[in-house]
């Protein structure tokens, strides 16, 4: 047990993501009663501070639940049995998709792709022909660092089959990337507290179109969309909301809205890029060749430094918490995340870290060039206030 009291824990995990303290006391306050004036207030406006997130007019639904709540919440309202629906699978959350649907009686097809790809257009653009009821995916597959592009998508799905759903897992993407829901045509967006609004783990937000709206007939008692809405439109949710995790999320959505979607982007593509050029010159490969997410970074780990304990060694003697790969990436890859409230400061100091862990496992580079190159990077081009 490392009781070093100096040392800090530190999340570099794609989810939960560190909260700012502002944020942390807010959820604390266990007096407000959720079916006041002052509390609808809250709600109302938390709804309104994440609509440019979401890149809709349409506001957000608050549930309370992690982000598979929202997922299931968008497959138990929009799906019948026997619909035909299409799923991209290029990772582990690409493929709870293709499960959920299929637990509400969908006929999914899936889109396998390699893990570290993102999807070919024209190949989709094939399998559109079929004219499934909705198309599920992810704007971040969490699980290989790869951020599909969503907008070519919609683009794709609106020409092969116009009538065709768009549902959109944003649960690792939204606010490290931008995204304009009602500008691409997408039909459905959701997202999780946890992740890229720096809120502890428990509230799940989802957004539909007008045209989704139409075809919503509910099949879950809890995730009952229309009975959420006319709820949440008028004075409150439907059922007791996790009240503190509410209040934490309007403290923490006035941070993010003064910044706004687009920087808050840029925020997160320089860190993402800085640590991209950090790893590589630690003399470790990315492991995406492209479409790299804000969000995290996944790095190609040689299996003999792995086998040397370097996770347990950032774990247990560091006490920051990296993520390792999943599945068949097992062993293989780590997971950087530089996602939710997190500054180019505290991204070092993960890094350097990282490098230390690596020279302790005999990976061959020379220490320090990591750093070098974030530093030169994040000196480079972040942008920070001008006094
Ligand atoms: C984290 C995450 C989820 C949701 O996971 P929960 O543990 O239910 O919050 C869903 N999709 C993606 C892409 C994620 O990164």
């Known amino acids: 047990m490392n009781r070093n009291p100096f040392l800090n ?21 266990a007096s407000v009663y959720h079916r006041s004036e002052d509390f609808y207030k809250i709600l109302t406006s938390c709804r309104q501070m994440l609509a440019p997130f979401f890149g809709t007019k349409h506001l957000p639904l608050i549930l309370t639940s992690s982000g598979t709540g929202a997922m299931e919440a968008a497959v138990a309202n929009l799906i019948q049995p026997g619909d035909s629906v299409l799923v991209l699978v290029g990772g582990k959350f690409g493929a ?7 637990r509400y009686q969908a006929v999914a097809q899936r889109y396998h792709f390699n893990w570290g790809e993102s999807p070919s257009l024209n190949e989709l653009s094939s399998l559109l022909k079929q004219k499934p009821k909705a198309v599920f995916l992810q704007a971040n597959e969490t699980s290989t660092g790869v951020a599909y592009p969503v907008a070519a998508i919609a683009d794709v799905i609106r020409k092969a089959s116009p009538d065709t759903l768009m549902i959109v897992d944003g649960v ?27 809120v502890p783990a428990g509230l799940s937000f989802i957004a539909l179109s007008e045209r989704a709206w139409k075809q919503v007939k509910p099949r879950s008692y809890y995730f009952d969309l229309v009975k959420e809405r006319d709820n949440q439109n008028k ?24 910044f706004g979607p687009a920087r808050c982007a840029q925020h997160h593509e320089t860190l993402a890029r800085a640590c991209r050029k950090a790893v590589q010159a630690m003399n470790l490969s990315l492991f995406p060749r492209d479409h790299f997410s ?37 062993g293989k890859i780590i997971r950087i995340s530089h996602l939710g409230l997190m500054d180019p400061f505290d ?41």
């Not at 780990?301 to 599945?327: C, E, H, T, W, Y």
């Not at 230390?356 to 480079?380: D, N």
Request: proline share 4%; charged share 15%.
């Open 96 to 102: 709870r998709w293709g499960s959920i649907a299929e």
């Open 9 to 29: 824990t530190r999340l570099f995990c794609p989810g939960p993501t560190p909260v700012p303290l502002s944020t942390a006391i807010a959820a604390v306050d």
């Open 172 to 198: 690792s993407s939204l606010v490290a990337h931008e995204m304009r829901m009602d500008e691409w045509g997408i039909d459905v967006v959701l997202s999780g507290s946890q992740k890229g609004f720096g």
């Open 294 to 330: 804000n969000a995290l970074t996944a790095v190609e780990v040689p299996s003999a430094v792995m086998q040397r304990g370097l996770m347990k060694i950032l774990k247990n003697q560091f006490k920051m918490i990296f993520a390792g790969g999943q599945d068949d990436l097992k």
């Open 347 to 387: 991204l070092a100091a993960g890094l350097s870290g990282l490098e230390i862990a690596l020279q302790m496992c005999g990976h061959s580079f020379k220490m320090g060039a990591g750093m070098t190159a974030y530093l030169e990077e994040i000196s480079q081009n972040y942008q920070f206030p001008r006094l």
């Open 235 to 258: 004075d409150g949710t439907a059922y007791t909301p996790a009240i503190g995790l509410v209040l934490a999320l309007h403290q923490a959505l006035q941070l993010l809205q003064d």
